[in-house]
């Protein structure tokens, strides 16, 4: 990554690694358009014990992100796995301190989209994925999900859903991506990356 390109940032927060698996794979469409590139964070846990502390940097895999990443980003992907048919706490935590970027507007007219992770194939994915693009609304993001021209959608029997990608991780969280749910998160990050550049365009021509 040079730095010097616009990029999308993939923001996720993963327990078992399929959300970590699903954003590389994101990250892969995202890079297969010229012009931008993926940025890879995540988000530390939280917990209900006041003296727990998590390290600066993670031990394995994308570092934490930070509000500029989220600020200067020209397009976003969030991912989480399903709790209750919706986002895990640590990201829904993160997303409540950029109070700062939605007073300012540094979102607006960037788009945006999600992806999931359930351990059963009801387990709440589709609720999961909708409730994640209300704080992106509220930021003036435009939301992108995945067309049907992405054919996996008709043949994948676990993930896959129109308003983002899905993985059926099952009972015991051990089940790998397979190659429809792949398929979809490239398609995703392909598409997301396209849209960021366009809409980049749009902005800069209307500032």
């Known amino acids: 990554m040079s730095g010097s390109l616009p990029y999308v940032l993939i923001l996720y927060y993963s327990r078992s690694g399929a959300t970590a698996t699903m954003a590389q794979q994101m990250a892969a469409g995202v890079e297969q358009v010229a012009g931008i590139e993926a940025r890879l964070r995540t988000v530390p846990p939280v917990s209900p014990t006041c003296e727990a502390t998590s390290p600066e940097i993670p031990e394995e895999g994308a570092i ?27 990201l829904k935590y ?3 301190t950029t109070s700062s970027l939605w007073i300012n507007g540094a979102l607006i007219d960037k788009p945006a989209t999600a992806f999931t992770s359930s ?18 609304l509220h930021h003036g993001m435009v939301y992108a999900g995945v067309p049907y021209s992405a054919t996996e959608l008709l043949a994948t029997q676990t993930g896959g859903t129109p308003y983002g ?12 991506v397979d190659e429809h749910e792949r398929a979809l998160c490239v398609a995703q990050g392909k598409r997301l990356a396209k849209l960021a550049l366009a809409m980049r365009t749009m902005r800069e ?3």
């Open 64 to 90: 934490y992100a930070e509000l500029d990443d989220l600020r200067h980003c020209s397009g976003l992907a969030l991912g989480s796995p399903t709790r209750f048919g919706n986002m895990a706490s640590p």
């Open 94 to 96: 993160f997303l409540d």
């Open 119 to 136: 351990s059963s194939l009801h387990g709440g994915q589709e609720a999961t994925l909708l409730t994640m693009l209300v704080p992106l």
């Open 165 to 176: 990608s899905s993985h059926l991780a099952g009972p015991r969280s051990d089940r790998s």
């Open 205 to 207: 021509e209307t500032s």
